[in-house]
Protein backbone atom coordinates (compact mmCIF):
# COMPACT_ATOMS: atom_id res chain seq x y z
CA UNK A 1 0.00 0.00 0.00
CA UNK A 2 1.46 3.36 -0.90
CA UNK A 3 1.72 5.94 1.19
CA UNK A 4 -0.90 7.82 -0.12
CA UNK A 5 -3.50 5.70 0.15
CA UNK A 6 -2.54 5.53 4.04
CA UNK A 7 -2.38 8.73 4.46
CA UNK A 8 -5.90 8.84 2.81
CA UNK A 9 -7.69 5.70 4.88
CA UNK A 10 -6.72 7.35 7.81
CA UNK A 11 -8.09 10.43 6.99
CA UNK A 12 -11.27 9.05 5.82
CA UNK A 13 -11.36 6.89 9.23
CA UNK A 14 -10.87 9.78 12.00
CA UNK A 15 -13.26 12.05 9.76
CA UNK A 16 -16.07 9.54 9.99
CA UNK A 17 -14.99 8.44 13.53
CA UNK A 18 -15.32 12.33 14.47
CA UNK A 19 -18.82 12.73 12.23
CA UNK A 20 -20.33 9.40 14.33
CA UNK A 21 -22.77 10.25 17.06
CA UNK A 22 -21.94 9.86 20.64
CA UNK A 23 -23.06 6.21 22.13
CA UNK A 24 -23.88 4.89 25.45
CA UNK A 25 -21.54 2.22 26.71
CA UNK A 26 -21.69 0.45 30.06
CA UNK A 27 -19.67 2.86 31.77
CA UNK A 28 -22.10 5.42 31.43
CA UNK A 29 -24.75 3.56 32.51
CA UNK A 30 -22.20 2.77 35.64
CA UNK A 31 -21.85 6.67 36.13
CA UNK A 32 -25.18 7.64 36.35
CA UNK A 33 -25.88 4.44 38.96
CA UNK A 34 -22.98 5.99 41.12
CA UNK A 35 -24.76 9.56 40.63
CA UNK A 36 -27.63 7.86 42.54
CA UNK A 37 -29.65 7.84 39.76
CA UNK A 38 -32.51 4.89 39.33
CA UNK A 39 -30.73 3.72 36.07
CA UNK A 40 -31.55 -0.04 35.37
CA UNK A 41 -30.93 -0.22 31.91
CA UNK A 42 -29.80 1.12 28.10
CA UNK A 43 -33.73 2.39 28.38
CA UNK A 44 -33.30 5.18 30.88
CA UNK A 45 -32.02 6.60 27.98
CA UNK A 46 -32.87 4.56 24.61
CA UNK A 47 -36.05 3.60 23.70
CA UNK A 48 -34.68 -0.12 22.56
CA UNK A 49 -33.46 -2.23 25.00
CA UNK A 50 -30.00 -3.31 23.64
CA UNK A 51 -28.43 -0.23 21.24
CA UNK A 52 -26.06 -1.28 18.78
CA UNK A 53 -23.78 1.54 17.31
CA UNK A 54 -23.91 0.03 13.87
CA UNK A 55 -27.51 0.68 13.77
CA UNK A 56 -27.68 3.57 15.76
CA UNK A 57 -30.30 7.01 14.49
CA UNK A 58 -31.21 9.46 17.42
CA UNK A 59 -34.69 8.39 17.10
CA UNK A 60 -33.72 5.75 19.01
CA UNK A 61 -33.22 7.86 21.94
CA UNK A 62 -35.59 9.18 24.61
CA UNK A 63 -36.18 12.46 26.01
CA UNK A 64 -33.60 12.14 28.21
CA UNK A 65 -31.34 10.89 25.92
CA UNK A 66 -32.11 13.18 23.60
CA UNK A 67 -31.12 16.28 26.29
CA UNK A 68 -27.98 14.57 27.05
CA UNK A 69 -26.51 14.83 23.37
CA UNK A 70 -27.51 18.46 23.51
CA UNK A 71 -25.44 18.82 26.69
CA UNK A 72 -22.68 17.43 25.22
CA UNK A 73 -22.97 19.92 21.92
CA UNK A 74 -23.44 22.85 24.40
CA UNK A 75 -20.46 22.22 26.10
CA UNK A 76 -18.53 20.95 23.35
CA UNK A 77 -17.42 17.89 25.79
CA UNK A 78 -15.83 15.29 23.21
CA UNK A 79 -18.31 12.44 25.08
CA UNK A 80 -21.33 11.98 27.25
CA UNK A 81 -21.00 12.18 31.33
CA UNK A 82 -23.49 10.47 32.56
CA UNK A 83 -22.97 12.41 35.55
CA UNK A 84 -24.87 15.22 33.79
CA UNK A 85 -27.77 13.47 34.38
CA UNK A 86 -28.24 14.64 37.70
CA UNK A 87 -29.18 18.28 35.82
CA UNK A 88 -31.42 16.47 33.48
CA UNK A 89 -34.74 18.60 33.87
CA UNK A 90 -37.49 16.24 33.44
CA UNK A 91 -38.09 13.53 35.48
CA UNK A 92 -35.58 11.39 37.20
Not at 80 to 88: D, H, Q
Request: hydrophobic letters at 35%; a positive charge.
Amino acid sequence: MTRSKLVGITFVSLLCEMTLPAHATPPMLKQAKDAGLPAQNCQYCHTVAVPKKETFKPDDLNERGKWLISEKDKTKAKDINAGWLKNYPGAK
